[in-house]
Structure formats: C-alpha cells, structure tokens
C-alpha cells in the first residue's frame, strides 16, 4: 500500500508563486507514475500535470509555462512549482500515482490508484 502526502498549500494573491511537494511511502518516484490533480468547489477533479518514472512530463493547457512538476528522487517526493499563478487556479491539489505506465492512466483521476489527502491553493485577486 502506497501512502502519499502532500504539503506546500496556501494562499497567496495573483501572480505569486507557490511550491507543493508530495512526499512516498516507499521508493514512489522510482515505480510509479505520478501527477498532480486539482478540484475546484462543484467542479470535477482535473489532471494538472504528469510525470513517469524517466522524468517524462505532460502538462494541461491551461498551466503551460506557469507550472513545473519534478522529482528529487533522493528524498523520493514529487514536486509542482506554481508561478504566476490566477484566481482559476484556486482548488485542492491531489498528488496521485499509479504503477502502470503514464501513456495508459495519464488524463483520468480513474487511472490512479493511490491518492493524497490534499492541499489547498487559493489563489485572490
């Protein structure tokens, strides 16, 4: 059972930078694919960005170039820069892996198996 653990929310105002990190129970960095998803109050839960256990990454459209997910595979925790960040991007953040490969359960919280409690962004105008 893989246990995951996310830290690094707040608040900030727009334009501001935040730092979220998602800490493994085991050696999470090396086995699993893992991203990182958000959920909005009465919005359905969105795949923010992935990467593979090679540091391949996928990013959605909407945080290209405003957001950067990467792995310290020392310290075996999954990170995500936020620059630049908007009101929209206001959410609670999941960390998510899976051990199948990122092509098959990438662009669907329903190909993750394992799931942190959360972190929350808020994000003011």
């Known amino acids: 059972q893989e246990h995951l653990m996310e830290s690094g929310g707040g608040s900030v105002q727009a334009g501001g930078y935040l730092k979220l990190s998602c800490a493994g129970s085991?050696?999470?960095?090396?086995?699993?694919?893992m991203a990182w998803f958000r959920q909005a109050p009465g919005k359905e839960r969105e795949e923010v960005a992935t990467i593979d256990r090679n540091g391949r990454t996928w990013y959605a459209e909407f945080v290209k170039g405003r957001f950067t997910i990467s792995q310290d595979k020392a310290k075996n925790t999954l990170m995500l820069q936020m620059k630049n960040l908007k009101p929209e991007d206001t959410a609670m953040y999941y960390c998510?892996?899976?051990?199948?490969?990122?092509?098959?359960?990438?662009?669907?919280?329903?190909?993750?198996?394992?799931w942190g409690q959360g972190t929350q962004v808020t994000v003011s105008s």
């Open positions: 998510a892996a899976d051990l199948a490969l990122c092509s098959v359960v990438k662009g669907s919280p329903l190909g993750f198996e394992f």
């Open positions: 085991r050696d999470t960095v090396n086995s699993y694919c």
